[in-house]
């Protein structure tokens, strides 16, 4: 991989119970379409998008995981380098959204402690069987320290938004983490090529 195809590299995985729509976020972002018929994630997905932001170019490895139960011990071993997690739910299920404690219960075991969490309500088309209230959802996010965001994958709202605000997020993040470790900065003429993960782990 040429150093010169992105300014930075994140890593994203896609988390939750199955069936919550994660497989259809991830083709609707990196594909622009709804898939009909989508069936069950075997294991774990991979797909990637290189996004410009502020003239900056972002390559985003994005992880899609299966939710089903018997896969877990596989989709565990994702976590470690993610930059980032995707923790979604669906809003008509009330069971995605009671399962979510467990789910952050992987995370706190498996995953950096440095890592961005989003939990993300998908399936917002179908408002008439919502069965989570957005002010329950965005309360446990923020009691939670995580970012929040409703996301429809079929009708493709806030899809964009979501992976977008999250890329600025680490941008945001691995600027902060060069500036607080002036001595593992790049020297001039290194480039600005950051491998987030590999900064983190290496203080
Ligand atoms: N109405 C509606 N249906 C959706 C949406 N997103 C996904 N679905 C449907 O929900 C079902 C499950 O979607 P998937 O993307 O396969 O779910 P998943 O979370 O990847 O499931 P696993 O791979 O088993 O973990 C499919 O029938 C999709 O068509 C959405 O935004 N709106």
Redesign the pocket.
């Known amino acids: 991989m040429s150093m010169e195809d992105y300014d930075y590299l994140f890593k994203i995985v896609?988390i939750?119970?199955?069936?919550?729509?994660?497989?259809?976020?991830?083709?609707r972002f990196t594909q622009g379409l709804?898939?009909?018929?989508?069936?069950?994630?075997i294991g774990v997905d991979f797909m990637i998008k290189t996004v410009e932001i502020k003239g900056e170019k972002v390559k985003l490895q994005i992880w899609?995981?299966?939710?089903?139960e018997r896969f877990r011990s596989i989709t565990q071993s994702y976590y470690r380098s993610a930059n980032a997690l995707i923790l979604?739910y669906?809003i008509?299920c009330e069971d995605s959204f009671r399962c979510l404690p467990e789910w952050l219960r992987e995370i706190e075991q498996y995953a950096n402690n440095q890592v961005v969490t989003i939990l993300v309500g998908?399936?917002?088309?179908?408002a008439e069987k919502r069965e989570v209230l957005r002010q329950r959802a965005e309360d446990f996010a923020e009691a939670q320290s995580m970012l929040y965001l409703e996301?429809?994958?079929?009708?493709s709202?806030n899809v964009e938004k979501l992976f977008l605000d999250l890329a600025c997020e680490l941008i945001r993040e691995a600027k902060q983490n060069k500036l607080d470790n002036n001595d593992t900065a790049p020297m001039p003429g290194e480039g600005k090529t950051i491998n987030y993960l590999s900064c983190c782990s290496l203080n």
């Open positions: 896609l939750g119970n199955a069936g919550v729509g994660k497989t259809c976020l991830v083709r709804f898939p009909p018929g989508q069936g069950a994630t899609d995981t299966a939710g089903q979604t669906d008509t998908n399936k917002i088309d179908l996301t429809s994958a079929k009708e709202d």
